[in-house]
């Protein structure tokens, strides 16, 4: 079996964070693991509490998971401080990580801030540079690049000023779920030179708490499986389009994702 490990927050509601991680890794046929940085206090409406992990637990919990179960693939989510960030990508460089897929989570569907100012410039020196690939949304997108984004064209500025200005080989998604009428993704790819849109289908539900920590989630688990990063990235958002589809109604607010819409595991 497969192993893919989060490093993420906790969702106390369930929807995102280590909790919809772990749910999409089960629906692909994986073992999921977790190292959690710190616990949200959380639900469909808003983010009501941050509590961080200790920077060296976390590199304990890193320790544990990769001397005993090494994961294939791993997804990072949610890091709120730069201490965390370093203890991290010191770990993820001793144990050679392979398939690193960073969500540089900033703010939470809801609104609310998940990042400290000082982690948001940390990011780019210390997590960035190990990825395969980096996944932000359009708001994240801006913040990472300095460029207002409001057509395609700026998508792909942004994506590959982020990927010029990363000191490594990552490759960047850009996504572009709230641009349009579409929901096209645009990958670029610095290693090829070359950029290509993902397209998708824009589904009318207003229930979307965790998109990103699933569809970052779901791109780690292609890749553990084998497959290229541009074929990983198709399947995972075919895989996040049907859960929105699936239309799961929970909550008062922004409700989560069916990770198990197919009533049986996602094959990768």
Known sequence: MKTVLTIAGSDSS?????????????????????????????????VYGVMEADASFVGLQLDCIFQDIRPDAVKIGMVSNGDIMKAIAAKLREYRAAHVVVDPVMVATSGSSLMREEAVQALGKTLLPLAEVVTPNLSEAENLSGIPIGTKEDMEQAAQKIALEIHGTAAVLVKGGHLSEEADDYLYLPREERGVWIPGERIQNPNTHGTGCTLSSAI???????????????????????????????????GPLNHMYLGRTWIS
């Open 14 to 46: 369930g929807g995102a964070g280590i909790q919809a991680d772990m749910k999409t890794i089960t629906m692909h046929g994986m073992y999921a693991m977790s190292a959690v940085t710190a616990l949200t206090a959380q639900n469909t409406t808003g």
């Open 220 to 254: 780690a688990c292609e890749l553990a499986a084998g497959h290229g990063l541009e074929e990983s990235v198709r399947r995972a958002k075919a895989y996040l389009t049907g859960a929105i589809a699936a239309g799961l109604d929970l909550g008062k607010g922004r």
